[in-house]
C-alpha cells in the first residue's frame, strides 16, 4: 500500500522561499513518477512540477518555471519542491502524487494512481 505524506507547508511573505516534502512509503521499487499539484480555493487542481525515475527529467508548470525546483531522494523516498520567490498567487494546498506507469517520462496530468493529504502554503502579508 503506498501512502504519500506531505510536510513542511505554512505561512510566508511574498518574495519568500518554503520547502514542501513528501514522504513515500510502501513502494515496490524505485520506478515511480513523482508530482506537485496545488489546489487553491474556489479552483481546480492544477499540477506544478513532476519528476521521472532515475533519469533526472522533470517538468514545470509555465506558473512556477524558474521558481520552483523539484527533486528526491531515493535513499529516504523523499520527494521534496523547493518554491523561491513566492507569489500570493501560489497559495494553496499541496498535494504529492505517485505512479509507477509513467516513471522513465513524468507528466503533468491528473491521472496518478497515488496521492497524499496535502500540506498548506499560505503566501500573505
Known amino acids: 500500500q503506498v501512502q504519500l505524506v506531505e510536510s513542511g507547508g505554512g505561512l510566508v511573505q511574498p518574495g519568500g522561499s518554503l520547502r514542501v516534502s513528501c514522504a513515500a512509503s510502501?513502494?515496490?521499487?524505485?520506478?515511480?513518477?513523482f508530482a506537485w499539484f496545488r489546489q487553491a480555493p474556489g479552483k481546480e487542481r492544477e499540477a506544478v512540477s513532476c519528476?521521472?525515475?532515475?533519469?533526472?527529467?522533470?517538468e514545470y508548470s509555465n506558473a512556477v518555471k524558474g521558481r520552483f525546483s523539484i527533486s528526491r531522494d531515493y535513499a529516504t523516498n523523499k520527494v521534496y519542491l523547493q518554491m523561491n520567490n513566492l507569489e500570493p498567487e501560489d497559495t494553496g494546498v499541496y498535494l504529492c502524487?505517485?505512479?509507477?506507469?509513467?516513471?522513465?517520462?513524468?507528466?503533468?496530468?491528473?491521472?496518478?494512481?497515488?496521492w497524499g493529504q496535502g500540506t498548506q502554503v499560505i503566501v500573505s502579508t
Open positions: 502524487a505517485a505512479d509507477p506507469n509513467r516513471f522513465r517520462r513524468c507528466v503533468l496530468s491528473d491521472d496518478y494512481d497515488y
Open positions: 510502501g513502494l515496490s521499487s524505485d520506478y515511480y513518477a
Open positions: 519528476i521521472s525515475s532515475r533519469n533526472g527529467y522533470t
